[in-house]
């Protein structure tokens, strides 16, 4: 299974934490405690949806390039790359009907 880049929007919150977006998949976000944190969060769960995604045979989104990202306020985008070869869950197969 490949690797992939995703633009994510991290949006710093007034308690400290960061949440995280990732606008072309849907249902794909997280939080982290810093900001370190939160790109580890970020790579993870989009590593998890995404091996959802391959493992139930779903269409995997298209990538936004990141210069078509909008974001307001302080929140900033950046890009967050996974490989779902080396997801460690292999829970990430699909449910036995």
Same mark, same amino acid.
């Given at each position: ?17 960061? #949440? ?10 997280? #939080? ?26 779903? #269409? ?11 974001t307001t306020g302080d ?12 997801? /460690?869950?292999?829970?990430?197969? /699909?449910?036995?009907?």
């Amino acid at each position: 299974m490949p690797k992939y880049v995703y633009p994510a929007i991290f949006t710093p919150e007034p308690n400290g934490l960061f #949440s995280v977006d990732f606008p072309d998949v849907s249902g794909c976000y997280t #939080s982290g405690e810093s900001l370190i944190d939160a790109m580890e969060m970020a790579e993870d769960v989009l590593a998890m949806m995404l091996c959802f995604m391959e493992q139930k045979g779903e #269409s995997i989104p298209s990538a936004t390039p990141i210069k078509d990202i909008t974001t307001t306020g302080d929140s900033f985008a950046t890009l967050i790359i996974c490989d779902t070869t080396d997801y /460690p869950l292999l829970e990430c197969e /699909p449910d036995e009907q």
